[in-house]
Protein backbone atom coordinates (compact mmCIF):
# COMPACT_ATOMS: atom_id res chain seq x y z
CA UNK A 1 0.00 0.00 0.00
CA UNK A 2 1.14 3.27 -0.89
CA UNK A 3 1.95 6.11 1.78
CA UNK A 4 -0.62 8.55 0.29
CA UNK A 5 -3.08 5.98 0.72
CA UNK A 6 -2.31 4.97 4.38
CA UNK A 7 -2.05 8.23 5.13
CA UNK A 8 -5.54 8.72 4.41
CA UNK A 9 -6.53 5.55 5.69
CA UNK A 10 -5.10 6.22 8.96
CA UNK A 11 -6.70 10.03 8.94
CA UNK A 12 -9.75 8.40 8.16
CA UNK A 13 -9.94 5.85 10.71
CA UNK A 14 -9.27 8.80 13.32
CA UNK A 15 -11.59 10.75 12.22
CA UNK A 16 -14.24 7.79 12.61
CA UNK A 17 -13.04 7.04 16.29
CA UNK A 18 -13.26 10.84 16.98
CA UNK A 19 -16.79 10.79 16.10
CA UNK A 20 -17.63 7.81 17.81
CA UNK A 21 -16.31 8.47 21.07
CA UNK A 22 -17.19 12.32 21.27
CA UNK A 23 -19.73 13.08 23.33
CA UNK A 24 -23.06 14.12 22.23
CA UNK A 25 -24.04 17.79 21.66
CA UNK A 26 -26.87 19.11 22.98
CA UNK A 27 -29.16 19.85 20.44
CA UNK A 28 -31.95 21.98 22.09
CA UNK A 29 -30.91 26.08 22.79
CA UNK A 30 -30.68 27.61 25.93
CA UNK A 31 -33.71 29.82 26.24
CA UNK A 32 -32.68 32.26 28.54
CA UNK A 33 -35.73 34.47 30.51
CA UNK A 34 -34.76 38.05 32.35
CA UNK A 35 -36.84 38.50 35.67
CA UNK A 36 -37.35 41.55 37.17
CA UNK A 37 -37.70 41.36 40.87
CA UNK A 38 -36.74 44.84 41.48
CA UNK A 39 -40.36 45.49 43.48
CA UNK A 40 -40.73 42.91 44.91
CA UNK A 41 -39.74 43.89 48.56
CA UNK A 42 -38.27 42.04 50.81
CA UNK A 43 -39.26 38.88 48.34
CA UNK A 44 -36.11 40.26 45.97
CA UNK A 45 -33.45 37.89 47.61
CA UNK A 46 -35.96 34.52 47.64
CA UNK A 47 -36.71 35.24 43.93
CA UNK A 48 -33.44 34.91 43.19
CA UNK A 49 -32.75 32.11 44.88
CA UNK A 50 -35.87 30.19 43.52
CA UNK A 51 -34.14 31.53 39.95
CA UNK A 52 -30.86 29.45 40.99
CA UNK A 53 -32.95 26.33 42.21
CA UNK A 54 -34.60 26.35 38.42
CA UNK A 55 -31.32 26.71 37.37
CA UNK A 56 -29.90 24.19 38.91
CA UNK A 57 -32.58 21.67 38.21
CA UNK A 58 -33.36 22.13 34.10
CA UNK A 59 -31.41 22.45 31.13
CA UNK A 60 -33.58 24.35 28.43
CA UNK A 61 -34.60 27.27 30.59
CA UNK A 62 -31.96 29.91 31.91
CA UNK A 63 -33.41 32.78 34.70
CA UNK A 64 -31.40 35.60 34.26
CA UNK A 65 -31.87 38.87 36.45
CA UNK A 66 -32.40 42.01 34.11
CA UNK A 67 -34.42 43.99 32.15
CA UNK A 68 -36.50 44.17 30.08
CA UNK A 69 -37.56 41.12 31.54
CA UNK A 70 -40.01 38.64 30.79
CA UNK A 71 -41.43 38.34 33.61
CA UNK A 72 -41.77 40.90 36.57
CA UNK A 73 -42.31 39.88 40.29
CA UNK A 74 -44.31 42.27 42.95
CA UNK A 75 -44.81 42.19 46.30
CA UNK A 76 -48.43 42.15 47.88
CA UNK A 77 -50.40 41.67 50.73
CA UNK A 78 -52.45 38.85 49.07
CA UNK A 79 -52.25 35.27 48.75
CA UNK A 80 -49.21 34.24 45.99
CA UNK A 81 -50.23 34.13 42.49
CA UNK A 82 -48.97 34.27 38.87
CA UNK A 83 -50.76 35.37 35.92
CA UNK A 84 -48.64 33.63 33.16
CA UNK A 85 -49.44 35.41 29.65
CA UNK A 86 -47.31 32.78 27.85
CA UNK A 87 -44.42 30.46 28.25
CA UNK A 88 -41.55 32.34 29.97
CA UNK A 89 -43.86 35.02 30.28
CA UNK A 90 -45.71 37.12 32.85
CA UNK A 91 -46.32 38.47 36.45
CA UNK A 92 -45.81 36.82 39.93
CA UNK A 93 -47.15 38.88 43.01
CA UNK A 94 -45.60 37.26 46.39
CA UNK A 95 -48.07 37.59 49.07
CA UNK A 96 -47.35 38.10 52.49
CA UNK A 97 -50.69 35.70 53.43
CA UNK A 98 -49.09 33.13 53.09
CA UNK A 99 -45.82 33.66 54.69
CA UNK A 100 -47.69 34.92 57.61
CA UNK A 101 -49.37 31.64 58.28
CA UNK A 102 -46.01 29.47 57.69
CA UNK A 103 -45.57 28.71 54.20
CA UNK A 104 -41.86 28.75 52.88
CA UNK A 105 -40.59 31.41 50.84
CA UNK A 106 -38.76 30.20 48.63
CA UNK A 107 -41.19 27.25 47.85
CA UNK A 108 -43.63 30.01 47.11
CA UNK A 109 -41.41 31.60 44.42
CA UNK A 110 -39.92 28.70 43.24
CA UNK A 111 -43.74 27.37 42.55
CA UNK A 112 -44.81 30.56 41.13
CA UNK A 113 -41.80 30.27 38.82
CA UNK A 114 -43.23 27.42 38.00
CA UNK A 115 -46.67 28.38 36.67
CA UNK A 116 -44.11 30.97 34.38
CA UNK A 117 -42.27 27.78 32.89
CA UNK A 118 -45.64 26.34 31.90
CA UNK A 119 -46.73 24.37 34.93
CA UNK A 120 -50.05 23.76 36.31
CA UNK A 121 -51.22 23.42 39.47
CA UNK A 122 -51.22 20.00 40.75
CA UNK A 123 -52.69 19.35 44.74
CA UNK A 124 -51.17 16.01 45.24
CA UNK A 125 -50.83 16.99 49.18
CA UNK A 126 -47.03 15.82 48.55
CA UNK A 127 -44.19 18.17 49.52
CA UNK A 128 -42.24 16.44 47.07
CA UNK A 129 -44.02 17.90 44.06
CA UNK A 130 -43.36 21.92 43.96
CA UNK A 131 -46.85 22.56 41.66
CA UNK A 132 -48.74 20.82 45.10
CA UNK A 133 -48.50 24.16 46.73
CA UNK A 134 -50.52 24.80 49.46
CA UNK A 135 -52.30 21.41 49.61
CA UNK A 136 -48.70 20.21 51.17
CA UNK A 137 -48.20 20.95 54.74
CA UNK A 138 -47.51 24.28 55.94
CA UNK A 139 -44.12 22.63 57.57
CA UNK A 140 -43.17 21.64 54.03
CA UNK A 141 -39.79 23.92 52.91
CA UNK A 142 -39.02 21.73 49.72
CA UNK A 143 -38.41 23.93 47.13
CA UNK A 144 -37.00 21.72 44.55
CA UNK A 145 -38.99 20.12 41.77
CA UNK A 146 -39.75 17.11 41.07
CA UNK A 147 -38.29 14.91 38.09
CA UNK A 148 -41.18 14.71 36.62
CA UNK A 149 -41.58 18.67 36.55
CA UNK A 150 -38.06 19.07 35.43
CA UNK A 151 -38.95 17.34 32.55
CA UNK A 152 -41.91 18.96 31.96
CA UNK A 153 -40.09 22.09 31.96
CA UNK A 154 -37.50 21.02 29.66
CA UNK A 155 -40.11 19.74 27.45
CA UNK A 156 -42.17 22.77 27.41
CA UNK A 157 -38.57 24.90 26.32
CA UNK A 158 -37.78 22.05 23.56
CA UNK A 159 -40.58 23.14 21.65
CA UNK A 160 -43.76 20.71 23.78
CA UNK A 161 -47.29 21.88 24.74
CA UNK A 162 -47.54 23.53 27.70
CA UNK A 163 -49.97 22.34 30.03
CA UNK A 164 -50.47 25.53 32.37
CA UNK A 165 -53.45 27.90 31.00
CA UNK A 166 -52.34 31.08 30.02
CA UNK A 167 -53.58 34.49 30.37
CA UNK A 168 -55.95 33.71 34.03
CA UNK A 169 -54.33 33.60 37.16
CA UNK A 170 -52.77 30.81 38.99
CA UNK A 171 -53.69 31.54 42.55
CA UNK A 172 -52.97 28.31 44.98
CA UNK A 173 -55.80 28.44 47.82
Known amino acids: MSRPLRLMLSA ?7 LVTAPAQASALVTVL ?24 VANVRLVKGTPAHFVVLADNGWPRALPTSLGRGTIWMGRQAVDQGYNRVR ?11 LPDRRTGRC ?16 NPSAAERAEVD ?5 GTPLV ?9
Do not use: K
Not at 136 to 142: D, G, H, I, R
Open 12 to 18: LLTLAFL
Open 34 to 57: RYDAGRAAEFSATVDQAAQVWNAS
Open 108 to 118: IATHEIGHILG
Open 128 to 143: TDLMSGSSAPVSCTNA
Open 155 to 159: RNFAG
Open 165 to 173: EFGRVHTDR
